[in-house]
């Protein structure tokens, strides 16, 4: 992945951007009073190659200014029929509102669709009011079953 939105590069994951991708994960969480978890949800961050790269899935960073500003990512998960989840879609509040988690979440759907996967789950918390709103909007269903403890919502989407 390599693609441009505006003046933001979105692009694959690279082994140097592992401080900065969890340091704006760990900031965003803050921001709405959920914990940063090294050792429990968000391990991934820290293991993505194994846990992301190596399991059929995909990691981008979003960049503005030479600056890690958001993430993206998903990988297989056994929750249906050739299912995937979106993970750590994450924004800084200083790019938010200019349309970037729209144009990431697209484009996270088109490379998913792309691999032939036909479900997508994501678990997120309602405090991310955005994001739920985000999600919502773009055709996500509530369903059960969240599998994170900072998270009490689950969506899913079944691709045509």
């Known amino acids: 992945m390599r693609d441009y939105y505006q003046d933001f590069l979105i692009r694959n994951w690279e082994k140097g951007d592992r401080t900065s991708a969890a340091a ?3 900031y965003v969480l803050s921001e ?17 190659e194994a846990s992301y ?15 890690i500003v958001g993430t993206g990512a998903y990988y297989p998960v056994d929750r249906g029929k050739k ?4 993970r750590k879609m994450y924004l ?11 144009y990431l979440l697209a484009q996270l759907e088109a490379a998913i669709a792309s691999r032939g996967f036909e479900e997508i789950w994501i678990e997120t ?36």
């Open 24 to 26: 704006v994960i760990s």
């Open 32 to 48: 709405y009073g959920l914990g940063w978890e090294p050792d429990g949800a968000d391990r991934d961050v820290l293991q993505v």
């Open 53 to 67: 790269l190596a399991t059929g899935g995909e990691f981008w960073v979003i960049e503005h200014e030479n600056q």
């Open 83 to 86: 299912a995937v989840e979106i």
């Open 92 to 102: 800084l509040s200083s790019v938010r509102g200019l349309g970037l988690g729209k």
């Open 125 to 160: 918390a309602s405090v991310l009011v955005e994001a739920v709103k985000l999600y919502e909007s773009k055709g996500y269903t509530a369903a059960t079953g969240v599998e994170t403890k900072r998270c009490d919502r689950v969506y899913v989407k079944f691709l045509p």
